[in-house]
């Protein structure tokens, strides 16, 4: 029964961000992005429930999380009703390429299942919390002051526990095997987004494949990297196809996540700026040539050269546009840190002391060895090779982005007992690596395929600058 109630629960995760096709960005995609979407929506409308109901001092209950999202869905889904769209046959190359993706999930969800690839952390960390929470319908706060418990990191962002209570609504258990095969679950949502945005069966092999190996590497079942994978992905996505809506929701799940969150959320702002200061070189180096001045990159995250009338719009627009994109995650990471400063939670938000030149120069070597992955450094280079056989200038502010956090990692690891660094990194580098060969991916995907984010909406609506 607990397992049959954790399969229904998490199938209603989408279900519960179907109200996003109420923006025309998110309706416009093709069927797999718009899952990919709702699947993220889902978790971070349950997160956000669950959340204001803690603050409020209200018990949380299915009486109080279901109605409001289901009935928007309802009525949304019943409005656009026969005007889906649909995917394409996927050409014999691309089922090829597919095939390889569903067989390097195949074999994370076996492994997984066969208790091969668990984290300790779902044990001491985010199951245990997880269960806490659903066992009290509230966030714990008792709990998480406990002194026992200081290792928990009390103000951890909620949205894993949080949504690991969820599935154990009209229960006292948490299905701790169903929460391990969440991993593959959430591998499969990402390939969905990398397939339903690009529409690129071999950029999906790719990423099933690279992250599928470093997430059996790095046993990670049952912690929070998998979802953090699934929604940086699908921000990413997002982001490059000018669906804002999605994004500012995904990223709202990151900052929700880990604390790493908000760097990835600072990434993304390096990301913008490298892309603009890309563009306006660009445009300097074309305006020489007509037919050069009107293309356009639309993977590139620089604005479109034209808008209604033919008339270049201004960067003032863009900024305000993409300051809307980031009040979402901004407003709900202050949220949560509100909350653990109202309630004395506040540990890993608190300011660190940054370390000296002795504890930079102690990073990098352990920092080195961890980045081979256990695979000689096969993912960096692959993606590296991608990247160098493409176009290497539409990479630059993907690739900018990935410098950024890797930045932030290293003043992370400086910062701690220059005695304890090495540890440090042996423990957490090839888990926290990720988000940054994550953005390696997606300078892979811009240098490769520039038109594969006007491959997520149909043809009658693909625009061209």
């Not at 109420?22 to 349950?46: D, P």
């Not at 044990?123 to 245990?128: K, Q």
């Not at 609504?169 to 339903?196: C, E, K, M, R, Y």
């Not at 056989?389 to 990479?395: I, V």
Request: glycine share 6%; charged share 10%.
């Amino acid at each position: 029964m607990i397992g049959l109630r954790f399969a229904v629960l998490t199938a209603l995760v989408p279900v519960m961000g179907g109200w996003t096709a109420a923006f025309a960005s998110v309706h416009a995609l093709r069927r797999a992005a718009r899952l990919a979407g709702y699947t993220a929506a889902g978790v971070v409308t349950i997160t956000a429930e669950m959340f204001l109901l803690a603050s409020l001092g209200v018990p949380w209950s299915p009486a109080l999380l279901f109605p409001l999202p289901l009935l928007a869905t309802l009525a949304v889904w019943w409005r656009d009703r026969g005007l889906a769209q649909g995917n394409a046959v996927a050409p014999s190359g691309d089922r090829a390429a597919l095939i390889i993706a569903g067989a390097a999930i195949l074999v994370v969800a076996a492994t997984v299942l066969a208790g091969a690839a668990t984290s300790f952390d779902l044990l001491l960390f985010w199951g245990v919390k997880g269960q806490r929470f659903g066992l009290m319908h509230t966030i714990d706060v008792a709990f998480l002051r406990d002194p026992a418990h200081t290792l928990m990191h009390s103000d951890y962002p909620p949205l894993v526990p949080l949504v690991d209570a969820w599935t154990m609504l009209g229960s006292d258990w948490l299905d701790w095997f169903g929460t391990i095969a969440t991993a593959p679950l959430l591998l499969l949502a990402g390939s969905t987004a990398v397939w339903g945005f690009t529409r690129s069966g071999t950029l999906t092999a790719l990423y099933a494949t690279t992250f599928g190996f470093v997430f059996l590497d790095n046993n990670i079942a049952g912690n929070a990297e998998p979802m953090l994978l699934f929604l940086e992905t699908v921000a990413l996505a997002a982001i490059l196809a000018d669906c804002d809506a999605l994004a500012a929701i995904a990223l709202t799940g990151v900052v929700l996540t880990k604390v790493e969150g908000a760097a990835f959320v600072g990434a993304i702002v390096v990301w913008k700026l490298a892309a603009l200061a890309t563009a306006r070189l660009t445009s300097t180096a074309t305006a020489r040539s007509k037919s050069e001045a009107t293309k356009q990159d639309p993977f590139s995250f620089s604005p479109p050269q034209r808008v209604e009338g033919g008339r270049r719009p201004d960067e003032g627009f863009f900024a305000r546009r993409w300051l809307l994109v980031l009040t979402a995650p901004l407003l709900a990471l202050a949220a949560w840190i509100a909350f653990c400063a109202h309630h004395n939670l506040l540990d890993t938000y608190r300011s660190h002391v940054s370390g000296g030149h002795a504890a930079y120069a102690a990073v990098f070597k352990p920092l080195l060895v961890e980045s081979s992955m256990h695979a000689f450094y096969l993912p960096w280079i692959v993606l590296a090779v991608v990247i160098a056989t493409g176009c290497t200038r539409a990479a630059v502010p993907a690739l900018a982005a990935a410098a950024a956090y890797l930045a932030f990692l290293i003043v992370v690891w400086a910062g701690g007992a220059e005695a304890n660094i090495a540890t440090e990194i042996a423990w957490s580098a090839r888990r926290v690596l990720i988000t940054p060969l994550l953005l390696l991916f997606f300078a892979a995907a811009t240098a490769t395929r520039p038109e594969a984010a006007r491959a997520a909406l149909p043809a009658a609506l693909d625009l061209k600058s």
